[in-house]
């Protein structure tokens, strides 16, 4: 078999020169176009690392400020609620307080009616005692209430300890300021001068005794020698008689209370 080396020869130029030509115009911008995309890629992809660097250290950071803020968040709600449950306390204590007060005026108001009525309703039995006792004595003899206070409170005078004499004297004899007797009624020249007998003959001394009304007395007379007294009224017996209610009541009360419970019990 013959070969053509002129046909051989042209179609190895015509070769070298295709290669050529591919190297030149196609395989040389391919190359460097994949070397330009290579690099853009990598380019990319080293921006994606430090994007996705980046990312995951703002996620540390928020997830580190989250756990701080949830922190915060627990703190603030412990302190609220501690100084919720401080001020319902102060509050509790403060309406305590506020009742207990109100409680106490309340009571001492009540106490102070009790009084005044109680004072009130002494004050209108001694007015009606006194006004029946002295109606009383007028008609069955030709005798006054007021004398028979008079005596009364003279006997009352006689009847002295002697201890109790001589407390009253040596009392007097060291102050300047002379008896005083009290009455609720202005007594007459009569009823003064059988008093003022009296007083001396007890006490041995020789005064002039001053003489004053004072309603606060309830019927009575009183005598003051420097801060010593003596003295005889209806209050005294006013004063028993209320303690007598008084226990009765309170007698009656509990009775009551006692008969009540078995009903209760069978209820």
Known sequence: ????????????????????????????????????????????????????????????????????????????????????DDKKAELLIDARKEYD???ARLEESLHHEQINLQQEIIGRISTEVFSLAKKVLEELADVSLEDCMVKVFCERLRKIEK???????????????????????????????????AVMDVFSIDANILFETDPNLISGLELSMNGHSISWNIKAYLDALQLTAEVSLERDKKENVHDKQPAQNLS
Do not use: C
Not at 44 to 58: D, G, I, M, R, W
Not at 171 to 193: A, G, K, N, W, Y
């Open 101 to 103: 007060n109100l409680r």
């Open 1 to 84: 078999m013959l070969i053509d080396w002129f046909t051989l020869i042209a179609q190895l130029v015509n070769f070298l020169i295709l290669a050529w030509l591919l190297k030149r115009f196609l395989y040389h911008p391919i190359v460097t176009a994949l070397d330009a995309r290579e690099k853009k890629i990598a380019s990319e992809l080293q921006h994606a690392t430090v994007v996705e660097n980046e990312a995951k250290q703002s996620m540390s950071e928020w997830r580190q400020k989250n756990v701080e803020f949830e922190k915060q968040r627990m703190l603030l709600m412990q302190q609220a609620t501690k100084a919720a």
């Open 163 to 197: 201890a109790d004499i001589g407390v009253m004297t040596r009392s007097f004899r060291q102050s300047s300021h002379p008896p005083i007797i009290r009455s609720v009624f202005s007594l007459t020249q009569e009823q003064r001068e059988i008093v003022n007998k």
